[in-house]
């Protein structure tokens, strides 16, 4: 069973828009939850990272939202840019076990 | 630093055949894994290891070994390859505490005909 659900599978965003990518997750340990970006060809590489005491963290264009009534935490990309043209995965850890990563979303910001 | 890195980056095998794929990383990580990364599955973990001499199974072990016998080495083995198993695989690793940054490399390409 899955238990980081992500959405969308893909995404189109034009260029200045906001990108929004949404995670469900059902396991209420889970106690980090970092989002990873990849470029074709490329390993993944951390984006930002969220713990479920602040229910916002911003870094530059880069926000994440968390919800933990609703479990729920999304990315959003102001300003997207072509440059963010990627794939992005959100996932959770609790304490010292694995990374549960989503099924990834596709993002391709239009020039 | 070079980080985590992965060779071969690109491998083609006939069914049946074995291979290792390498894996090192020079940041004296204590948490090191593979995933593989296949269309619309994400990144699955294969197994996963917490020290040298230390492994444990993942989400999708079947088929695969590994063994740890340094803390910068994490050899991955395909036993006898099948074509379910053409895949990217990425191996990672990071600080033996929760929540802390997976670095990742860059990633070999397997295809199994």
């Known amino acids: 069973q899955q238990q980081v659900k992500q959405s969308p599978q893909s995404l189109i965003v034009q260029k200045g828009g906001i990108s929004i990518i949404n995670c469900a997750y059902e396991?209420?340990?889970?106690?980090?939850f970092p989002w990873y970006q990849q470029f074709p060809g490329k390993g993944p590489a951390l984006l930002i990272a969220i713990r479920p005491d602040v229910s916002e963290k911003k870094e530059g264009r880069f926000t994440i939202s968390f919800n933990k009534s609703a479990k729920q935490f999304s990315l959003h990309i102001m300003d997207s840019q072509p440059g963010d043209s990627a794939t992005y995965f959100c996932a959770a850890i609790s304490g010292y076990s694995t990374l549960t990563f989503g099924k990834g979303t596709m993002l391709l910001v239009s020039p | 630093n070079a980080g985590v890195t992965q060779t071969p980056k690109f491998q083609v095998l006939k069914t049946g055949q074995s291979m290792t794929l390498q894996c090192a990383q020079d940041?004296?990580?204590?948490?090191m894994s593979w995933y593989r990364q296949d269309p619309g599955m994400g990144l699955r973990l294969i197994h996963y290891s917490v020290g040298a001499g230390i492994t444990d199974q993942g989400e999708v072990p079947n088929g695969y070994n590994v063994s740890r016998s340094t803390t910068e080495d994490f050899p991955l083995r395909l036993l006898s390859a099948a074509p379910s198993q053409t895949s990217v695989y990425f191996c990672?690793?990071?600080?033996?505490?929760?929540?802390?940054?997976?670095?990742f490399g860059p990633g070999t390409r397997l295809t199994v005909l």
């Open positions: 940041m004296n990580h204590e948490y």
């Open positions: 990672a690793s990071s600080y033996l505490r929760g929540g802390n940054e997976q670095f």
């Open positions: 396991n209420t340990a889970f106690d980090y």
